[in-house]
């Protein structure tokens, strides 16, 4: 593909053009008959295109905050907030037990505020010390635990805002603004990131540090700087302290400091030297490793490995052959890699049409990609790779086709699509700047003039649908299984956090009240007590009695690994429920 060099910036400007900066240019793009028939109405400058890019924001933070009001704490909030709460008040990084610190300790601050917030729980020493701080904390909160976590949540939200930025800004890097524009729709209405956008736990954060990662190395790339590297510096920080998941993209970004350079115009991005490359990832390295041991204050330092009680496998397989190795990291984050590796080795239940195994299913993520993804996004995304031949846009298709797969080969649980979110959002980058940019006449003539309309029923669609949802996003399907409305199929399909995340105590208690039903027996998943939200129950034994029974749907298909009692309930899968008020609480009147 060829372009004119009138799409450069005049050579006095002293640096090399990024696309979005040249509205004219659109004018004489190949496939430019495209733009009258969809683009056209977005403007690229201005207060117009501002406009527009604050509206999405607003809309996404006001569906997202709107949802978060009826949505209980879920399962594992449960034990982050308090575990964040507990660090930032004593500064005992014993208290970052299992994960980084980023997110969590964001959304606690607002807690530091609240003078009525009580934690007398001491530092955690084992991973079953999340769920016992976890319930120490929300007995000893018990009047104020939904607002805390609202405040919290807050916080959260903002960071998912920041999120849909980044989003906006790598799709307009590469495709222009008219790209990011688009992307930033996906972004706003996509359920996935309206379910976990606003929860206190460590996947929101794994998404927005990848995607910092790939949109300030290939701006760098475009022209490097002191301050670009430093932006570079900052965002492979955040992978460090996201998510222990997110690290696998550092394998991406010795790629991308070396060949980002053909994202841009014309390669008119120069090739580095190699030297200067590795300088680069010398310096990246180093900044991250200060940054993250200032996080956790320098403690425990190139300590010997033989000092650690290690649990993993791996970890003590290094230990026994090399017990003289001093650790340059942290103890507390070191401590936290082997929990999670540990944790990652021991079986969990995994559910997929209706089975439940203790084995890792390669297609896991396959069909929750086809399930829990609208199929307007999937239609897009296959139509996409056809239409376009805009060789930048492919620099966020394969990163994110790269953390996808690598999920299905890598040892570890699978808890659901949220810890796709990485991807996912990549994939929004790309089809936003595949759709700004398609190659020479896919879209002319009477044919492209159909196509284009397809593509704007398509984005119709993926917004109507996810609004069709609301407030289900936890639970969200697509219309293969009968969603997005509920109830549908989808508990056939998926479960766990896909499904029931304990997210739907609030809805249980109004149900209860508008019927003035004044108990229930209930059987469920998490250790979150629903009182809290006033659900008036006794807890259900295997021997049921007649009267009205409540059970989370996760322990009717089989999965509890809390209590262990998923055997008691699975019987109910025969029977059809009396009511659902949520798509995770099941209710059934036994006679």
Known sequence: MRFSSSYLLPPSSGRLSVID???????????????????????????????????LVLIYLTVLLASLRTTSVTTDEFGHLPLAYGYLKSGDSRWLLMNPPSQRLLAAIPLLFCHNVSLSSAPP?????????????????????????????????????????????????????????????????????????????????????????????LRYCRHRSALGLLLVCLSVSLLFLSKFNALYFLILVPVMLFAGHKACLNN????????????ELLLIFLFSWVLLCGVYRFEGLFVPIHGYPLKSGLLAALQSYMPWMPVPLPSAYFHAIDLQLYDASRPWLCYLFGHVSLEKNIWYYPICLLFKSPLALLVLLAICPLITRWRPALWSLIPGLFYFLIFLVMPGKQYGFRLMLPAECLFIVFIGAALARPRPKALTGRAGLFLSAILVLLVLWYSADTLRAYPHYISYFNELVGGPSVPNQGYKILADSNLDWGQDWIRLAEWQ?????????????????PAIYGVHYRPAKC???????????????GIDPFRGLAHCFQRLRNLTPTARPGPSIWVYVLH
Not at 23 to 52: C, N, Q, V
Not at 268 to 279: F, Y
Not at 513 to 529: S, T
Request: net charge positive; hydrophobic share 50%.
């Open 125 to 217: 020493k084992n991973d079953l010390d999340f769920w016992i701080v976890g319930r120490r904390f929300m007995n000893e909160n018990r009047g104020i635990y939904q607002s805390l976590y609202m405040k919290a949540r807050a916080v959260v939200a903002l960071l998912a805002c920041i999120t849909g930025l980044l989003i906006y800004g790598l799709a307009r890097c590469l495709g222009g603004r008219r790209a990011g524009v688009l992307a930033l729709i996906l972004f706003a209405f996509s359920p996935d990131l309206l379910a976990h956008g606003g929860l206190v736990t460590t996947d929101l954060s794994a998404a927005l540090a990848t995607i910092a990662v790939v949109f300030f190395c």
């Open 513 to 529: 009240k508008k019927r003035g039903i004044n108990e229930v027996r209930l059987a469920y998943f998490g250790l979150l007590d």
């Open 21 to 55: 900066n040249q509205s004219e240019g659109h004018k004489g793009l190949p496939g430019s008959r495209f733009t009258p028939d969809l683009l056209a109405l977005i403007p690229e400058h201005g207060l117009g295109h501002a406009i527009i890019v604050g509206a």
């Open 543 to 557: 021997r049921m009695s007649p009267g009205y029974l409540a059970v989370s749907a996760n322990l009717v298909l």
């Open 268 to 279: 008119e991005g120069i090739r580095p030297a190699p030297s200067r490359v590795i300088c």
